[in-house]
């Protein structure tokens, strides 16, 4: 860096300092880095709890389109075609798929609600029908119920046959007559199917 001259051609004045040998401000470098450190640890700390309080409600409005979406396609085939459950030789009756995938529920009720008392025991009391109804029980306690529009839906547990044909569950067990209960957690495709026994079912095929 030039300077200014004086006599014979002498510069005085600023002196050129190398990058690298320029240690002026060294000693603030610690503290900057602790500085950026907790600002960093600050962000991070606000982003987990921003996280943890929108995680449920996230996970709820999930939940909350996978069953109306179910409700949807049971809907689907309330007016196609029922297949009577005394032919053994006779086609299909309509179907339709419902992917769940909810970690945090205790169980999905159709038709039926399994725990009217809500002290979390299945089994200690008589379960009450509701038709057009699916229930999303929570581990939390919380319980939600959602409503299937149009005519009545008799929801019916399916089991399989002596031919491998789906039909009635003819289980002595009265709840189970009710209407079809999934315990969680919930993960997979699970099948309904219209069928004919004296009245129109839907038909569970799990």
């Given at each position: 860096m030039a300077g200014v001259k004086i006599g014979r051609g002498k510069k005085v004045g600023t002196k050129e300092t190398s990058f690298?040998?320029?240690?002026?401000?060294?000693?603030?470098?610690?503290?900057?880095?602790?500085?950026?450190?907790?600002?960093?640890?600050?962000?991070?700390?606000l982003v987990a709890s921003s996280w943890n309080s929108l995680s449920p409600v996230y996970s709820k409005a999930k939940?909350?389109?996978?069953i109306?979406?179910?409700?949807?396609?049971l809907l689907s085939i309330q007016n196609g075609y029922a297949r009577n459950v005394q032919e053994q030789n006779g086609p299909d009756g309509s179907t339709c798929t419902i992917g769940l995938s909810m970690d945090d529920v205790e169980y999905l009720a159709f038709g039926v609600d399994p725990d009217p008392d809500m002290n979390g025991n299945l089994t200690?009391?008589?379960?009450?029908q509701e038709n057009?109804?699916?229930?999303?029980?929570?581990v939390n306690g919380a319980k939600n119920r959602y409503n299937i529009d149009g005519n009545?839906?008799?929801?019916?547990?399916g089991t399989?046959?002596?031919?491998?044909?789906?039909?009635?569950?003819?289980?002595?067990?009265?709840?189970?007559?009710?209407?079809?209960v999934i315990e969680?957690?919930?993960?997979?495709?699970?099948?309904?199917?219209?069928?004919?026994?004296?009245?129109?079912?839907?038909?569970?095929?799990?």
């Open positions: 690298l040998r320029d240690t002026r401000g060294i000693d603030t470098v610690p503290l900057k880095m602790v500085f950026y450190l907790a600002v960093t640890g600050v962000i991070i700390f939940d909350s389109k996978q109306n979406d179910a409700a949807l396609e200690d009391t008589q379960w009450v057009n109804t699916i229930i999303c029980k929570y009545i839906i008799l929801f019916k547990k399989l046959d002596y031919t491998g044909k789906w039909t009635l569950d003819n289980d002595h067990d009265i709840n189970k007559s009710l209407g079809v969680g957690p919930l993960e997979g495709n699970f099948n309904f199917e219209l069928v004919l026994a004296e009245k129109k079912y839907t038909l569970s095929h799990f």
